[in-house]
């Protein structure tokens, strides 16, 4: 894996998940865990940013009317009726521990639904940069994660899921898409041995 060849797309970096109060931290059924992901998530940017690896914040961010969202079902329902991730609110920003990083993380914005490549110019960034090879970590690993995986895997991309950057709504969940799904087009690999990897290959 080379790191000038990898990006690492980030996705709902954001206070609705991962700060204490977060609207939709009761969507996971042990909150922990989320603490636990973001922990991980900030270990394996800390490296990242010391390599040459692109690394790309995909926010979702919704119009106070969620317009997006007219005839909206299942968690996308739940979003709509919590008013999570709602343009100006608290809620909608980007979490502080990432924008501690600066202009190292690059942001890419007009993500209103699962996957980060639609309504967005992720692809075009990917391939200005010649990025063969995405990592995607976030939130939630049925949903977003699964769909921009896949998504980057339609356009030829090399996947690998960060497996402890990323949770499902419950654990069950979570190890069967790592376990039988993430696998039919992906890698799923801890942060751990991702970076061992870009190490085996910078020696």
């Known amino acids: 894996m080379d790191a000038n060849q990898t990006a690492l797309i ?16 009761g969507v996971f059924d042990d909150p922990n865990r989320v603490d636990r992901v973001l ?7 800390r490296e990242a940013a010391k390599t040459s690896m692109s690394i790309i914040s995909t926010p979702i961010v919704l119009s106070p009317t969620y317009r997006a969202m007219a005839s909206s079902v299942g968690i996308l329902d739940s979003i709509k009726q919590s008013g999570a991730f709602k343009e100006g609110t608290p809620g909608a920003q980007t979490i502080p521990q990432l924008l501690d990083f600066g202009d190292r993380i690059s942001y890419v914005s007009g993500k209103v639904g699962f996957n980060a490549f639609s309504n967005t110019s992720l692809e075009e960034e990917l391939q200005r940069r010649g990025i063969k090879h995405a990592l995607v970590a976030g939130m939630v690993t049925s949903l977003c994660i699964d769909s921009t995986g896949r998504a980057a895997y339609e356009r030829g991309l090399s996947v690998t899921i960060l497996s402890d950057c990323t949770s499902g709504r419950t654990g069950a969940e979570h190890d069967f898409y790592c376990e039988s799904i993430f696998p039919l087009y992906a890698r799923a690999l801890t942060s751990t041995q991702v970076l061992q990897e870009l190490e085996a290959v910078s020696a």
Not at 39 to 45: E, T, V
């Open 10 to 25: 980030l996705v709902g970096y954001q206070n609705d998940y991962f700060a204490p109060d977060g609207i939709l931290r």
């Open 39 to 45: 922990a991980n998530s900030l270990a394996f940017i």
